[in-house]
Nanobody, 127 residues
């Protein structure tokens, strides 16, 4: 059974930076597509960043492009989200997700593309 555990979320001020981590265990996720999503109360999860299995292809949502970076360390079974110039609208619970089967998924930010999810880590940005 695979498991994903996020960490790194906390309360920060606008303009600060944070790095979120997502550690995989229970099975290897190296070589499989992974993404970060975020969710605010009463809203659906929204895709933030995508990375393919070998880490060579990444996509960031327009809302975070130029501020966030997604990366992975396959040997450490860890996914990262570097968030710079944080703004209050970035406040959300952040979730990592992984495909169980594919090194690339065509619908990058569709929840149905992913088989494993972490429990989330809260990021709160004050003005």
């Amino acid at each position: 059974q695979g498991r994903l555990v996020e960490s790194g979320g906390r309360m920060v001020q606008a303009g600060d930076s944070l790095r979120l981590s997502c550690v995989a265990s229970g099975r290897t996720f190296g070589g499989y597509a992974m993404s970060w999503f975020r969710q605010t109360p009463g809203q659906e999860r929204v895709g933030v960043g995508y990375i393919n299995g070998n880490g060579q292809y990444t996509v960031l949502a327009d809302a975070v492009k130029g501020r966030f970076t997604i990366s992975r360390d396959i040997a450490k079974e860890t996914l990262y989200l570097q968030m710079n110039s944080l703004q209050p609208e970035d406040t959300a619970a952040y979730f990592c997700a992984a495909s169980a089967y594919y090194n690339h998924v065509s619908e990058l930010f569709s929840e149905s593309s992913y088989d494993y999810w972490g429990q989330g880590t809260q990021v709160t940005v004050s003005a």
